[in-house]
């Protein structure tokens, strides 16, 4: 099981709907800007150990710009307006506009690298972005949510930071791409310490256990799992389609751990968002079933020629 891409994505998206719920849970104590630097100061220390156990290459010079680029973008405002976001919207919301990271990624990657979008996929944006307008509508009255803005330039970050990766990738494993980048998030978030650490002092054993659960499950070994995941799979779609199953999972655990019950809103424009999701990646959600089709066909057409040889 180990082996296969499947089980270290599962691992990740569950990580990945905890930070949903437990971002929540942080702030009820800890302000956005302190608990966004002690999520990702747990997460560098995780990694820091492990470190000594798994051997990474260091970055090289001609690399540093990216990798400021990257951890800046992708770990350091994006922290900010995900926790931010998060607090304002209900988690089952929050993780759905996050789950759009896959078509900001292939929209920007159209436009970086030239890489076209067919008919149909330009046709599923316009059905997310309806999707967006209707989890915006707040009471039936045409008020914007704040939340949800800033959730989805946080979404447009991640997706900046996914294009980033795919530059760092090409000479570094995924592992050591996203180590620095972590590194150098932290490192900018490190304006907030001064603040965030009187509070940790006198913090709650529980909120202490939020933040080390942010750290080190939603983030470092959130992390490492995907690039994993990444590295055993065919393709890199076959993983990333794994973030479809997170406003579920997020969902269940905002009920059962906060006794968050979606309101219309969010299951409507959930729906319509995830159609359009599933729509704009029909062919890589449905290719490796139609390869494992072919493979039993062959198995079969196989097993027909032994037969008849003998």
Known sequence: MKRNYHFYAIITIIFWALAF?????????FDVYSLSFLRYLSASLTLIIMMFFIKINKPKKEDFSTYLLSGAIGFFI?????????????SATGSIVIAMVPVFTALLASILYKEKLKTYQWLAIGIEFIG??????????????????WLLVAALCLATYNILQRKLTKKYTAMEASTYSIFVGTTFLFIFAAKAFPKTIVAPIEQLIYVLILGIFSSSLAYIAWAKAI????????????????????????????????DPSTILGGIIILSGLFLFN???????????????????????NENSIE
Do not use: H, W
């Not at 995900?82 to 919207?89: A, D």
């Open 231 to 262: 590295s055993l799979a065919e393709k890199t779609t076959y993983v990333s389609n794994y973030m479809f199953v997170t406003p579920f999972l997020t969902t269940v655990l905002g009920f059962v751990m906060m006794g968050e019950v979606p």
């Open 282 to 304: 029909k062919e890589n959600l449905l290719e490796p079933l139609k390869n494992r089709n072919l493979v039993l066909s062959e198995n079969v057409v196989c097993k027909d």
């Open 132 to 149: 967006i307008l209707v989890l915006t509508l707040m009471n039936g009255t045409f008020s914007v949510n704040e939340g949800i803005l």
């Open 78 to 90: 994006y922290v900010i307006l995900f926790t931010k976001g998060t607090g304002m919207v209900s």
């Open 21 to 29: 719920v437990f971002t929540k849970l942080g702030l009820q104590y």
